[in-house]
């Protein structure tokens, strides 16, 4: 395992994440809607009222330490449990970095906020042809909600909702 420090994300660390975030988007052959900037990201991660939480590992490398991984995430609630859960939105270990333990140390992380604070769920999305990150959440005992499917409205669709017009 390499040497990596788990610790909550700071101000000085969001241009590297939007580095990591459009890694991520090109990874998953979706470059062009990455279009988040770094004031969104200071504003939702480190605003009055954030909304959205990450974690980074921080590594040793020749010139200093650099962030190698990060896991960006926000609560959700469960009417069924009655308890809030923790939603994954994004976990993304720099290529170079995979296989050095980081991914999992970053869900533990996750695992504890969620013992400390109560939450009843972990909870994260997968792209279907990611056979390795796929097979990763398998081996710590991830479980797909394959009769799940996910529904999602946006743009112009979103704005005719919010005006009572079908989609």
Not at 23 to 48: D, I, K, N, S
Not at 81 to 103: A, I, S
């Amino acid at each position: 395992m390499t040497d990596g420090l788990v610790r909550r994300a700071r101000p000085g660390d969001v241009p590297e994440i939007l580095t990591m975030v459009r890694e991520l988007a090109e990874y998953e052959r979706a470059p062009h809607e990455a279009v988040a900037t770094e004031e969104q990201f200071h504003r939702a991660l480190f605003g009055p009222e954030p909304k959205v939480f990450a974690h980074v590992v921080e590594h040793e490398t020749d010139d200093g330490r650099r962030l190698g991984a990060f896991a960006m995430w926000f609560l959700n609630f469960s009417t069924w449990l009655g308890q809030h859960g923790l939603y994954l939105e994004d976990l993304y270990v720099r290529p170079e970095l995979r296989g050095t333990g980081y991914g999992t140390q970053l869900l533990a992380t996750l695992a504890q906020e969620c013992v400390e604070n109560d939450y009843g769920r972990l909870e994260w999305w997968v792209l279907d042809w990611n056979e390795p990150a796929l097979g990763f959440y398998r081996s710590i005992g991830a479980v797909p909600m394959d009769e799940w499917t996910v529904h999602r409205v946006t743009g112009d669709a979103l704005q005719r909702m919010a005006h009572g017009g079908a989609t």
